[in-house]
């Protein structure tokens, strides 16, 4: 094998192809190595080869092909040696290994299946049980798991709503969160000190006849749907007064036998299915095209005159949702869905309690998501709590709350994420779908409301919020750092040193929070209290009249994405001139900060990235 290699003029590259010609035993990869040798592909190989597929905010995720920063065969044994290295390192007790074990689960992808069982075979060679689930499930499951049969760790081999070439390992800790530090670093340095592959990796054999290997399914589809119920017994008596009809899509992916089981424990009916749709397919025939995708639902939601439209992402962690108004299906934005879920988290408390105790409840968002749960919690007097952005992160402030005894109520973040219990400890498409019909038959039949109706009320009473999300491309990275290291350095170069107001003064800043930097002019001694980052740019500036917009890099490509929010008070109800204030503030926004005719901006894509989140297929 050296022959294909010895040419390259890289001596570091030859080594790392010689390594990949050693260890990989599938055919398919190692001929796509060999391809690129003959073809004298270098770059392409220095690409691969040289880099490593990382942990990222939602697991390691990368394309499906060869090479050490890709999804295949050998680096998915390559991370769990590493995994099942560093719990073994944090875990000593070798009857913890045999007895707690792990759980893996894996979606309805390409190669999914086969990257879940080099898992497992890693895990049993290692003489740790394994509980596999024996078909494809929703992600939601994973965590449930864990925090069912007390595992010490939990995979869930997904691309979540990737495109159908990317796939990933999503890492779940033994508290049942997604990892964070510093198991984040610990997991991928014992990655890094294990890459040889054990001789019997690829041994399907070690899957056969053990009493460390088994299927959870049944027992815990079993607790999930019981913990489901008993979260809206209050409320069960009440929906069945005013039965709705629901269309219900799974994009392609796994959710639909999930969300059948939820409605029958709920006691609901069966969910009207979009045929062309509820089956798993890993090509995703027509998700890629939005426009195309909520056609089929909102087409069988009009011929079946149905209440609403429930939407799963590929592995039920997401949900979205449309409802009829005014004749028409009217798509809810993610932050409008937090704000009916987050009312409908306090009643549901509100209602079971003999006592409620608002000043021990929490509610938690990220920091891109809309800011309604903050001004909830100021009408209310329960707490509010921002993290950044992903459920890694939102998961570890549940738990760090839970510790102090508190009772965390409900989180989400912007992309269509929610969690309704902390069973599970990540966002939760199954159930959210349950409790957003539960709410809507609920308010149908005691209230003669539509869920739209709800919303306005909670804007009435809270104060009316409107969002805006969309992106712009520029040329390169280049030109997006120079816009950032221009807003933290405003006044004549000056470190720390921000724009104080746009459009002349009309409308004046009044904090800045940097988390590329760490600085926030909020606080006292101008530190951020979230985690700060110097590989991601990102401001967030809180404007005097309840305006606030972040700006975010993108790490993959050129890019700077807003997230603009217009608080209201909830004395103003001139919520049409709040739309009116926000759409002007954003687009000053963008001429001011990004300097478009400077530094060459190419495009937005503010509607089609809106659409393309509904369907839960961000490319």
Known sequence: MASFHCYSGDRVLDAQISNWMDWDQSPHTK???????????????????????????????????????GMNELVVIQTAQGLCAYLKQEYPDESMWSEQGVVIGYDARYN???????????????????HLFGNY??????????????????????????????????????????????????????????LEPAEDSWNQEALGATELLSNPYKQIVEAYY?????????????????????????????????????????????????L???????????????????????????INNADLILINDPVAGCMAAAEVVKRKYRVFSSNELGALLGWWAWENYVMSEEEPNASNCVMI??????????????VEGFSFHETLNGFKWICNKVLEEEGKGR??????????????????????????????????????????????????????????????????????????????????????????????????????IES???????????????????????????????????????????????????????CGEPENKSWTALNNTLNEMVEAIVKEFYEPERNGLNSTKGKEEELRKVCMYAL
């Not at 939990?154 to 890492?171: E, R, S």
């Not at 749709?277 to 056609?295: E, R």
């Not at 968002?365 to 100021?378: F, G």
């Not at 520029?474 to 470190?495: A, Q, S, V, Y």
């Open 137 to 194: 499930i929703a992600t939601p499951f994973v965590p449930f798991t864990i925090f069912e049969l007390d595992c010490l760790a939990g995979i869930m081999v997904t691309g979540c709503h990737y495109p159908k070439n990317i796939n990933g390992l999503k890492i779940y800790w033994s508290n049942g969160a997604p990892v964070t530090s510093p198991h984040d670093t610990g997991i991928q340095r014992c990655i890094r000190q294990n």
């Open 365 to 378: 968002s990220s920091t891109l998501s809309s800011k309604i749960l903050k001004s909830m919690a100021e």
């Open 112 to 130: 999914s299946k086969l990257f879940a069982e080099l898992c497992s075979i890693v895990f049993l060679n290692n003489n740790f049980r394994v």
């Open 407 to 508: 009772n965390v109520l409900f989180a989400f973040d912007e992309a269509f994420g929610y969690m309704l219990s902390t069973n599970v400890l990540d966002k939760d498409g199954i159930s959210a779908a349950a409790h957003l019909a539960s709410m809507a038959s609920y308010l149908r039949s005691e209230k003669d409301m539509k869920l739209q109706d709800k919303l306005d009320e909670i804007y009435d009473n809270y104060g009316y919020h409107t969002s805006q999300v969309s992106y712009h491309v520029f040329d390169n990275e280049r030109i997006i750092n120079n816009i950032f290291h221009r807003l933290r350095t405003f006044d004549d170069g000056r470190k720390d040193t921000y724009p104080t107001s746009i459009l002349n003064g009309e409308y004046e």
């Open 226 to 274: 019981e913990s489901l119920k008993s979260q809206l017994s209050t409320f069960l008596e009440d929906c069945e007064k005013y039965p709705l009809n629901f269309i219900y899509t799974a994009m392609h992916g796994v959710g639909y036998p999930y969300i059948e089981l939820a409605f029958k424990a709920i006691e609901f009916d069966p969910v009207i299915p979009v």
């Open 512 to 566: 800045v929070r940097d988390l590329t930097t760490g600085y926030d002019s909020s606080t006292d001694d101008d530190k951020a209290t979230l985690p700060s980052s110097k590989s991601n740019q990102m401001i967030t500036f809180s404007f005097s009249n309840g305006f606030v917009i972040t700006l975010k890099a993108s790490r993959a490509q050129p890019k700077i994405t807003y997230y603009a929010e217009m």
């Open 31 to 69: 001929a796509q190595i060999i391809d690129a040798i003959k073809q004298e592909d270098w770059e392409t190989l220095q690409a691969c080869m040289n880099n490593r597929m990382t942990l990222g905010t939602d697991g390691f995720r990368a394309p499906m092909r060869a090479g050490f920063d």
């Open 276 to 302: 062309e749709q509820v089956t798993p397919n890993p090509d995703f025939p027509d998700t890629p095209i939005p426009d195309d995708a909520l056609f089929l639902a909102t087409r069988r939601a009009t």
